[in-house]
């Protein structure tokens, strides 16, 4: 199987700053694209910004200008940087990894456990 474990949430004031990190642990051959979603309350989860293993990102309208994914292939990691935060970034956020177990075994998807973030007004 693999593990991902989520750190760096926590309440912040509008405008401030907060880093995420994700590491994933486990059985683990290759991971292909990996990012980080968020459920808000009240609405469905939505994506935040992914990641490729070769370095191409993707954001969503919201977040772009503001948030900065990033990873760390070497340590099975992916960072998300979020700055000029807003109250309505307040959400559960999860991470995502698209990975290999081994060559001959499909890729699947895999989640982390979620880290609220708060932003204060």
């Known amino acids: 199987q693999v593990q991902l474990v989520e750190s760096g949430g926590g309440l912040v004031q509008a405008g401030g700053s907060l880093r995420l990190s994700c590491a994933a642990s486990?059985?683990?051959?290759?991971?292909?694209?990996m990012g980080w979603y968020r459920r808000a309350p009240g609405k469905q989860r939505e994506l935040v910004a992914s990641?490729?293993?070769?370095?191409?990102?993707k954001y969503t309208d919201s977040v772009k200008g503001r948030f900065t994914v990033s990873r760390d292939n070497a340590k099975n990691t992916v960072y998300l940087l979020a700055d000029s935060l807003k109250p309505e970034d307040t959400a559960v956020y999860y991470c995502?990894?698209?990975?290999?177990?081994?060559?001959?075994?499909?890729?699947?998807?895999?989640w982390g456990q979620g880290t609220q973030v708060t932003v204060s007004s």
């Open positions: 990641i490729t293993r070769g370095a191409t990102t």
């Open positions: 486990g059985s683990i051959f290759r991971i292909n694209d």
């Open positions: 995502h990894a698209r990975a290999q177990r081994s060559s001959w075994i499909a890729e699947d998807d895999y």
